[in-house]
């Protein structure tokens, strides 16, 4: 079957750092998404790895192992609006729809003052 | 308009009734996405159309699920004899072209007493 597994909450201080680990065993591997969701909200894109490396976009970063079947969201300079739930989402290879995610169950961050 | 359209915003029905849910992308496109999230989980891949064919509708739990995108805009989600467990939030997402970054709309909140 399919595992996508990341931690169910971490809380940090405003202005803070946070790294939010996700590790996925899949049948197959088309690129890892990260898509954040604020409570009651629609998820909303922020990152796409499809291959190893970093990718950086602002105060956001996202990494990629894909012999390790391993990924990470970095939140940088941490804010209060930061607080939401982050999903990490693996593409299955064996469909041709990038669109079609297999979602973690999501981490709830919580920044406190 | 500007973002993903869903409506109603909540459903309460009781069991064995029949519901639709109507969901209107960003227009111009053309893939379009269903996806149902239940609470403390992450979305669940349900069905996807290009233009106005499913493409993929493997995600479907059941034959009481259906879906239709007649015109390859609005799409509408219908379940027949509903079940408690039916009970979710259920997303629509769309995206200009094959990509895994996916435009989600506000979610349509079912209830079946």
């Known amino acids: 079957g399919q595992n996508i597994d990341q931690p169910t909450e971490m809380t940090a201080t405003e202005g803070a750092i946070v790294q939010i680990n996700c590790t996925y065993q899949?049948?197959?591997?088309?690129?890892l998404f990260w898509y954040q969701q604020h409570a009651g909200e629609a998820p909303t894109f922020l990152s796409y790895?499809?291959?190893?490396g970093l990718e950086e976009k602002g105060r956001f970063s996202s990494f990629l192992s894909r012999s390790k079947g391993y990924s990470y969201l970095l939140l940088k300079e941490l804010q209060m609006k930061d607080s939401a739930s982050y999903l990490c989402?693996?593409?299955?290879?064996?469909?041709?729809?990038?669109?079609?995610?297999?979602f973690g169950a999501g981490t709830q961050v919580v920044v406190t003052p | 308009g500007a973002g993903v359209s869903q409506t109603p915003s909540n459903k309460v029905t009781e069991k064995g009734k029949y519901v639709e849910l109507r969901c209107d992308p960003i227009?111009?496109?053309?893939?379009l996405y269903w996806y149902r999230q239940s609470l403390g989980q992450g979305p669940e891949f349900l069905i996807y159309?290009?233009?106005?064919?499913?493409?993929?509708d493997s995600g479907l739990p059941n034959d009481r699920f259906f879906a239709v995108r007649p015109e390859g805009s609005v799409s509408t989600l219908k379940i027949q004899r509903t079940e408690r467990g039916d009970s979710a939030v259920y997303l629509c997402?769309?995206?200009?072209?094959?990509?895994?970054?996916?435009?989600f709309g506000e979610g349509s909140r079912l209830t079946v007493l």
């Open positions: 997402a769309s995206s200009p072209g094959n990509t895994g970054e996916l435009f």
């Open positions: 899949t049948s197959g591997f088309n690129g």
């Open positions: 790895n499809v291959l190893d």
């Open positions: 989402a693996v593409n299955l290879m064996t469909t041709d729809s990038w669109g079609k995610l297999q």
């Open positions: 227009s111009g496109h053309t893939a």
């Open positions: 159309f290009q233009g106005t064919g499913a493409a993929d």
